[in-house]
């Protein structure tokens, strides 16, 4: 679900320079195209998640939200969404907004899914059966759940960034987001099993440094 | 997946039946029938409420169990509207058992402003840490087996109750925002009696389903009766 590596992006349109390349990739390598949209030096923010109790278990997100518009990126690769077995998998997954996910029922007897969301963006899609999948850009960032009105246990859950700078805070606190474009942010948290109040920090990100912050994340 | 078992005593107090006198002369009924329904285009499971899967020997697993929408519980209704004060019939206390026996997804309703004491006992073998967070409340208790605790919740809004030890666990909890609220089940005629007259915003959530809401005037000595539509036909349908 992530970018390709900087470094991929870069041999990619040619570069020689550490930068990385925001906006569309090129359809084939070669010599540089006539126009880039944006090329800059990146910066990063890491840091430590202290936490008020004990770290919970299920998934924290750290993500930026860029102020003045997000990151105009290459978006990652189709998140495919199976549902074999009446369970969506993965259950839980980060998209980047415009990200497109296909849900697909791979079920391998006759049984079919339905597949709707409530949240950010109230939707259904459809009932598939075997075979079956459906696409979806989801645009908007938020938190959505995914469920089944024919399947009870059927949930999932999602949670769209605004750009792909984000990263999952590992168990010992840590976390890291690399290749940013220098500027002013918003550092915010997401919880997939919320137990403190969520974060809002500002953080300035400057070309060729790593910003390094600390998140309290309280109730 | 493995769910923690919940089971949800509720003590609740003057809640209205179907069964209503007309109503006063200074004051409204207002009716919420709650037809709840499958998705259009869903045929019915061919036996015992879920999907066979497995091969030959037509084994069924807990995770092909469907939902009956004849049999939608938790179903939570409330009113929201300026000058309906606090005399509604919402629950003033409610009780909560964590065990380890299976449960499907429980929706709670508590009334606004503290008014509704939750307890939560952890009935299972191990510890439980269970919480839930909103933008401005929530609560976090750690109960060792056999362990209760009482919390209130005093915001209105929707929360997600969890469990550190079970990612499975599915309740939500909504603090309605008046006392004018009740729990229903499908099929039921949820009736709020003696409601102050003026205008009433009608809302209906159920588990795992979209909310539906509809505005009536509430006048004085009349019944206003409503039919809320639970499930997902009304949704926005992806082209």
């Known amino acids: ?219 | 997946m493995k769910r923690l078992g919940l089971m949800l005593s509720l003590i609740a107090a003057g809640c209205g039946g179907p069964d209503l006198a007309p109503p006063a002369a200074d004051s409204a009924q207002i009716v919420v029938a709650l037809s709840a329904s499958a998705r259009d285009g869903v045929a019915r499971p061919r036996s015992g409420g879920m999907d066979n899967y497995g091969g030959g020997s037509e084994a069924k697993g807990r995770q092909f169990s469907r939902v009956n929408y004849d049999d939608l519980a938790d179903i939570v209704v409330y009113l929201e509207g300026d000058g309906l004060g606090d005399a509604g019939p919402a629950p003033r206390s409610l009780r909560l058992e964590i065990s380890e026996d299976g449960a499907d997804h429980r929706q709670l309703l508590l009334a606004p402003s503290g008014l509704t004491s939750l307890t939560i006992a952890n009935r299972a073998s191990g510890p439980r840490s269970v919480f839930a967070m909103g933008n401005q409340d929530g609560f976090d208790v750690t109960l060792a087996p056999g362990e209760e605790s009482r919390v209130t919740l005093k915001v209105p809004g929707t929360y997600e109750l969890a469990c550190d030890e079970d990612a499975g666990l599915a309740v939500t909890i909504i603090v309605a925002p008046t006392t004018w609220a009740q729990i229903g089940e499908a099929g039921d005629d949820v009736a709020f009696d003696r409601v102050p007259p003026g205008p009433v915003e009608i809302v209906v959530v159920a588990p795992r389903l979209p909310r539906w809401s509809r505005r009536v005037t509430a006048a004085a000595g009349r019944r206003e009766s409503v039919t809320a539509e639970v499930g997902v036909n009304s949704m926005t349908r992806a082209k």
């Not at chain 1, 924290?60 to 199976?82: F, H, K, S, T």
């Open chain 1, 1 to 219: 679900m992530r970018l390709l590596p900087a470094s991929l992006t870069l041999a990619a349109a040619g570069l020689s320079t550490a930068a990385a390349v925001w906006g569309p990739l090129p359809r084939h390598a070669g010599p540089p195209p006539p126009v880039l949209h944006e090329i800059a030096e990146t910066g990063s923010v890491s840091g430590r998640v202290t936490f008020a109790a004990t770290r919970p278990r299920q998934p924290i997100i750290i993500y930026l939200e860029r102020q003045g518009g997000e990151l105009d990126a290459p978006r990652p690769a189709a998140l495919v969404i199976r549902q074999k077995g009446a369970s969506f998998t993965p259950s839980f997954a980060v998209l980047v907004a415009g990200q497109e996910v296909v849900f697909e029922n791979d079920e391998d007897r006759d049984i079919d899914h339905n597949v709707y969301t409530l949240g950010s963006e109230e939707r259904d899609f459809g009932i598939f059966s075997p075979g079956k999948s459906v696409r979806h850009t989801f645009s908007e960032p938020g938190e959505f759940s995914l469920y089944c009105s024919i399947h009870k246990l059927m949930d999932g859950k999602l949670f769209v960034a605004p750009s792909r700078a984000w990263s999952e805070v590992a168990q010992d606190g840590t976390f890291a987001i690399r290749d940013i474009p220098p500027g002013s942010y918003t550092l915010k948290t997401y919880q997939k099993a919320r137990r403190f109040r969520d974060a809002a920090q500002p953080v300035a990100v400057s070309a060729g440094k790593e910003s390094t912050v600390t998140v309290e994340l309280a109730r």
